[in-house]
Nanobody, 116 residues
C-alpha cells in the first residue's frame, strides 16, 4: 500500500492550492484519511481529517479556509486551501488508516510555500 501526494507549490498570500493524495495497492477499506503539516523547526501538526462517512475535523488555524474531502471510489483525499497565509508554509503529509485491522500509512510530503 502506498500513499502519494500531489499539488504542492509556490503561491502568493491570499491564493489557493489543492492537494491530492491517492492510496494504491491492495486496499480493502480505508477508514480515516487526513492531512498533517510540518513547518521548519516545528513539530508535525494535524491540519484536517475525514472519516469514511464524511465527518470532518480541522485545526483551528485553518477553519474556514481549508476544506478536506474524499472520493472513496478513487481512494483519494483532497485538501482545498484558500486564503493562504505565509504561516501555512510547510511540508504537507497525508495519512490514512487502511485495512480491516486499520494500519496507519503516510504519504511522502509535498511542499507548500506561501510567499510574495
Amino acid at each position: 500500500v502506498q500513499l502519494q501526494a500531489f499539488g504542492g507549490g509556490l503561491v502568493q498570500p491570499g491564493g489557493s492550492l489543492r492537494l491530492s493524495c491517492a492510496a494504491s495497492g491492495s486496499i480493502f477499506s480505508i477508514d480515516v484519511m487526513g492531512w498533517y503539516r510540518q513547518a521548519p523547526g516545528k513539530q508535525r501538526e494535524m491540519v484536517a481529517h475525514i472519516t469514511s462517512r464524511g465527518s470532518t475535523n480541522y485545526a483551528d488555524s485553518v477553519k474556514g479556509r481549508f476544506t478536506i474531502s474524499r472520493d472513496n471510489a478513487k481512494n483519494t483525499v483532497y485538501l482545498q486551501m484558500n486564503s493562504l497565509k505565509p504561516e501555512d508554509t510547510a511540508v504537507y503529509y497525508c495519512n490514512a488508516y487502511i485495512g480491516t485491522r486499520p494500519r496507519l500509512y503516510w504519504g511522502q510530503g509535498t511542499q507548500v510555500t506561501v510567499s510574495s
